[in-house]
């Protein structure tokens, strides 16, 4: 095997994400021996004490820091990780990007979508590779499907059904955390999970030719937290309370440009779906449909031209037979879970890095999605149909 190029790694946020990817970081070289790069947990920055602790006792970072800047200042440093409050994202990517460094930014990028367009500019320029966290993608059942799709297994696909409900935001007294702020997190719903429904639809359909949509904040205020209060937290009735002011609900119907009919949903507050990213696609010989909450089981409706199989769904059950699954676990129905996604996700990332490549989804994707977004936000506005034209800047 040639030499491993060595990718010093920083991380600017080490909340939940910070830490999935730092864990991903450790855990690749136990999974895939035929990489073809090693890394190093060089600094990790977050504004909260005990993090910044955990990072280096519990992770192996040189260094922590309250300093995003350092992280972005280290000569250590090839691959800056953004997993901080979206609409910091800019300015964070954008010096990162003004130091060479690559850079994944978790989705959408930016808080708003011009302010993916300008990031996604700025590393266009900067000829770095760039990432942004559509895990979903790397799912083997996932990978199945669109394998199904690519082959023409479904025929001509005709519907689409996306979605993504999730009960985080469904208790009132959730606390006010950043990503309930327009100001802090940008959009709400659309942008922190409508954008997997929808990404996951581009990869397996294709681009979407014009949106109709729809959105609501069903719960209007929220307790206030404290200093590191996140939106898992809990206050009690009676608790001092501020308003939300992004989406707790986004919907829309879709025209694909291949032709389909599509819709999405996504709510942060809805009671019942726990993590339910789910898809159905529908074609005129077959059909598929897949759910993260049951992720290594994919149903998948075959038609029979001669008329004797039973008519139904046969549910597959994944494993090594299908991409990725077999670096973790041997056989079929042994399952895999959320964060084996994100060392996928970062193992193929980083691959890419260290070979000097472009990872996809990249920032080019992500500017695909905030088109969609921005069509979707202008027709919520109006009540109109609107075509999904690129904002990308030139």
Not at 83 to 108: Q, S
Not at 200 to 217: D, N, Q, W
Not at 382 to 389: A, F, L, M, R
Request: hydrophobic share 35%; aromatic share 10%; charged share 25%.
């Amino acid at each position: 095997m040639s030499e491993r190029k060595r990718l010093g790694l920083g991380v600017v946020g080490f909340g939940w994400m910070g830490q999935a990817h730092a864990r991903s970081a450790k855990r690749i070289p136990t999974l895939f021996p035929e990489r073809n790069y090693d890394t190093r947990l060089v600094i990790c920055a977050d504004n909260v004490a005990q993090r910044r602790t955990e990072a280096m006792e519990g992770f192996g970072f040189e260094a922590a820091t309250d300093d995003w800047t350092q992280v972005i200042e280290h000569p250590q440093v090839d691959v800056v990780y953004v997993t901080a409050p979206n609409m910091m994202h800019e300015e964070v990517v954008k010096a990162a990007l003004g130091a060479g460094k690559n850079v994944f930014c978790e989705k959408p990028v930016g808080g708003k979508p011009d302010q993916t367009v300008r990031i996604e500019k700025a590393a266009r320029q900067a000829g770095v590779t760039t990432g942004v966290g559509y895990n979903y993608r790397w799912a083997p059942l996932v990978r199945h499907a669109k394998d199904l799709i690519d082959d023409g297994l479904l025929g001509e696909i005709t519907n689409y059904r996306g979605r993504f409900f999730s009960m985080y935001g469904s208790d009132p007294l959730g606390l006010l955390s950043w990503r309930f702020l327009l100001d802090q997190a940008g959009h709400g719903a659309s942008s922190d999970i409508l954008s997997h429904a929808v990404d996951l639809a581009h990869m397996l359909v294709g681009p979407i030719r014009s949106v109709t949509g729809t959105m609501e904040t069903f719960i209007p205020e929220r307790p206030l937290p404290g200093a590191e209060g996140s939106h898992y937290d809990r206050g009690s009735p009676g608790d001092p309370t501020g308003s939300v002011t992004n989406e707790d609900y986004a919907g829309a119907l879709v025209v694909f440009e291949n032709g389909a009919r599509g819709s999405f949903e996504a709510s942060r507050s809805i009671v019942g779906p726990e993590s339910q990213m789910a898809f159905d696609v529908y074609g005129t010989k077959g059909a598929l449909r897949w759910n993260l909450e049951t992720m290594n089981e994919l149903e998948v409706f075959l038609v029979d031209e001669s008329g004797r199989a039973p008519r139904g769904y046969t549910k597959v059950y994944s494993g090594d037979r299908y991409p990725y699954h077999g670096h973790f676990v041997p056989g079929d129905a042994n399952g895999l879970g959320f964060e084996d996604l994100k060392v996928i996700e970062n193992y193929e990332f980083l691959r890419a890095v260290a070979a000097g490549e472009q990872y996809e989804p990249g920032f080019a994707e992500a500017v695909d999605f905030v088109s969609f977004q921005d069509a979707w936000l202008r027709s919520c506005s109006s009540g109109n149909w609107i075509s999904v034209e690129s904002i990308r800047e030139e």
